[in-house]
């Protein structure tokens, strides 16, 4: 059972006040004011996670660099639960702590009592992730649809109670609308969300797709990605997505090239029949072989 970590004011064990409001479901509820604030060692196997985390992904890395803190440290910050009946307490924010101090075999863990009922309990979850969490910012986005979508909030509303602009609200929703190759491959790092605002000028999904593989594939910056967006909406596809085709005496001798310097040599030749040979090396013993090939 939970134990309170202190005597309280109230001259009653808290775990006595816990039985007593253990049909309490929400803050406006009667007897809430005893157990909302309080902040008790709890039983790990008494708690259960948090049905409407956001997060779907916890980095194991982190988590054990997290664990090994605890385990120097304890748990700085407690995490919040809700109470769901007399020996029962499902999460409300802080899972990495809660998984943390489970992977290093604690017992119990600081916790502050809430008392929601399920939309409370999905508002709080949503609203502190956000605002505590390095979300990626599709998590972020999906997180504000489900407070317009199941709390029914205005995106001014929403703005309000996440203490962001509209307009940030807005452009994070509008990242909704990519396709979602595009939106896996935020979520992944692959792009950033300024790739993903450039996107979303384009309308049809397979241009989408087209423009975000050039993207991958030429490393664009979210500057060229916007210059080539603004260049495919103005017809100018041509200089802006495609790759000028090099003469075939040049591609005919790139096999040469290759085998030569034992390396994927690159070359580019401009409008004026000017162009550019790139050779990589991998170290600098590559590039002093390479230097004597030279020779």
Request: hydrophobic share 40%; net charge positive.
């Amino acid at each position: 059972m939970a134990k309170a970590t202190k005597k309280q004011a109230l001259g009653r064990g808290l775990s006595a006040l816990l039985k007593e409001t253990a049909e309490v479901t929400s803050a406006s509820d009667e007897n809430a004011d005893k157990v909302v604030g309080s902040i008790i060692e709890i039983d790990l196997k008494l708690i259960e996670v948090n049905p409407f985390q956001p997060r779907t992904y916890f980095d194991e890395d982190a988590l054990q660099e997290l664990a090994n803190s605890i385990r120097e440290l304890g748990v700085i910050q407690p995490i919040t639960v809700r109470k769901l009946a007399e020996d029962k307490f499902q999460l409300v924010s802080g899972e990495r702590r809660f998984r943390a101090s489970k992977l290093i075999g604690n017992k119990t863990v600081p916790a502050y009592i809430r008392i929601a009922n399920d939309q409370e309990m999905l508002e709080m979850a949503l609203v502190e992730n956000i605002q505590r969490k390095n979300l990626d910012p599709i998590e972020v986005a999906l997180s504000y649809q489900r407070l317009i979508d199941e709390i029914k909030l205005t995106q001014e509303q929403l703005s309000i109670r996440v203490g962001k602009k509209r307009s940030t609200v807005t452009n994070y929703l509008r990242l909704l609308k990519l396709d979602p190759i595009i939106q896996t491959g935020m979520r992944d790092a692959f792009i950033s969300m300024g790739h993903g605002r450039a996107l979303i000028n384009i309308e049809n999904p397979s241009d989408q797709l087209k423009i975000y593989e050039k993207i991958l594939r030429d490393k664009l910056s979210v500057r060229q990605t916007e210059d080539l967006v603004r260049a495919f909406k103005s017809g100018n596809i041509t200089k802006a997505s495609k790759k000028k085709s090099l003469p075939s005496a040049i591609t005919n001798s790139m096999q040469d090239f290759n085998q030569f310097f034992d390396a994927k040599i690159n070359v580019t030749v401009g409008n004026n029949g000017k162009g550019k040979i790139s050779i990589p090396f991998n170290s600098l013993d590559d590039f002093n072989r390479i230097k004597d090939l030279l020779k």
